[in-house]
């Protein structure tokens, strides 16, 4: 029973470019969460998705991030126009339903050059 | 002031001493309260998690929480070089599913 699955691990990009993140929940979690570990800060929420549904999203900067949950495959965070600030680990957490039982998976390491 | 406050100094101990950890809020809706462990390089993994006020023991962990002073303690007995890790503390207020985290506490327990 594998857990939360990130991908890819460690993704460069260059300023501008646009970065895509990829979380498959525990089998049978339907609800996800993004969050945001940046150099000496704690985890920072981003974003509560249930399938096709976004439900919180007041931890997601305004402009260049979104977030999706769709119906079939991983939920997906995409960052356009990346800037050096974007630099964090990204960690996905799913549940089973709403609470607070969270599986964290692994994380992806967004570096921006 | 921050919603969650960790004194993100790191913690040396020897084996076997007991690991004291703590944390304090500022939102009194918080009602769900609890610690993870993160490994270098890794995930949180969900350590210990209490409701409300009180205390919570799971073999050598010991949770406390006195939402009186707004305060939560993690207390790790007889520790070993595995509980080497941060230790973060989160809460989460009723009805909300987002978790405030704290920054962590880096441990180190030296064989």
């Known amino acids: 029973n594998a857990g939360v699955m990130q991908n890819p691990r460690h993704l460069v990009r260059r300023r501008g470019q646009e970065a895509r993140l990829r979380c498959s929940p525990v089998?049978?979690?339907?609800?996800v969460y993004w969050y945001r570990q940046l150099p000496e800060e704690g985890l920072k929420f981003m974003v509560y998705l249930q399938k096709e549904n976004i439900i919180d999203e007041s931890g997601m900067p305004k402009e260049r991030f979104s977030a999706e949950f769709p119906k079939e495959g991983p939920s997906i965070l995409r960052i356009q126009q990346v800037v050096r600030g974007d630099s964090a680990a990204y960690f996905c957490?799913?549940?089973?339903?709403?609470?607070?039982?969270?599986?964290f998976g692994s994380g992806t390491r967004l570096t921006v050059v | 002031q921050k919603e969650v406050e960790q004194d993100p100094g790191p913690l040396s101990v020897p084996e076997g001493a007991i690991v004291s950890l703590n944390c304090t809020y500022s939102?009194?809706?918080?009602?769900?309260f609890m610690w993870y462990r993160q490994y270098s390089r890794k995930g949180p993994e969900l350590l210990m998690y209490?409701?409300?006020?009180g205390n919570k023991e799971d073999g050598r962990f010991t949770a406390q929480v006195d939402k009186s002073s707004k305060y939560i303690s993690l207390f790790i007995r007889d520790s070993q070089p595995s509980d080497s890790a941060t230790y973060l503390c989160?809460?989460?207020?009723?009805?909300?599913?987002?978790?405030?985290f704290g920054k962590g506490n880096q441990v180190v327990v030296i064989p």
């Open positions: 989160a809460m989460s207020a009723e009805g909300n599913n987002r978790l405030a």
């Open positions: 957490a799913s549940s089973p339903q709403g609470g607070y039982g969270y599986t």
């Open positions: 209490t409701y409300s006020s």
């Open positions: 089998k049978g979690h339907s609800h």
């Open positions: 939102n009194s809706a918080f009602q769900y």
